[in-house]
């Protein structure tokens, strides 16, 4: 008897809580432009190594905004940097942190879409996370991520700029 009156005293305490909630939530959105800028800084990052990649920007909600593919990059980087770049993206981790992370059999790691192979990087602005960055076509996932980094660095300035 005591639980349930304890119970039912809790979830009244909590009800004026909830009403001091806002109703709209605003989040910060990386731009179509800014998308643009670091799938073009990865490429480059990448052109002065001699490696040809794929790269893809995607939102928050891991939606692609952005896909570029060098000259010769290979179709199957398509793929990959947008898997890599969701992954990055849904976990708020750079996935060379993560590479070993899920491998018994039936664990997250085996969804289909995620790919934990280095080579994507989570992009924040004034602390939010505001997307991702995935490459692929390099020789190995640490030059792939190498890449991304550069291009989140050309306008990291400017990400650290952004208002709320």
């Known amino acids: ?6 119970a039912i005293g809790l979830l009244f305490v909590s009800v004026p809580a909830l009403a001091d909630l806002p109703v709209i939530i605003k989040i910060p959105r990386l731009t179509l432009e800014a998308s643009e800028k670091i799938a073009q800084g990865a490429i480059a990052a990448c052109r002065k190594e001699g490696i040809q990649i794929g790269v893809t920007v995607v939102d928050r909600s891991g939606d692609p905004m952005v896909f570029m593919r060098d000259t010769l ?3 199957v980087t398509i793929e990959i940097s947008r898997q890599k770049a969701y992954t990055a993206v849904n ?12 491998t018994k ?12 192979s280095a080579g994507g990087i989570p992009i924040e602005a004034a602390g939010n996370i505001v997307g991702a960055v995935g490459v692929s076509g390099a020789a190995t996932g640490e030059q792939d991520e190498a890449c991304a980094r ?12 952004a208002g709320p």
């Open 91 to 102: 976990f708020n981790a750079p996935l060379s942190t993560m590479e070993n992370r899920f």
């Open 1 to 6: 008897m005591k639980s349930t009156t304890l």
């Open 73 to 75: 990059a290979p179709r």
């Open 105 to 116: 059999p039936f664990s997250v790691g085996k969804v289909d879409g995620l790919l934990f």
């Open 150 to 161: 550069d291009g989140v660095k050309s306008i990291q300035m400017d990400l650290e700029m």
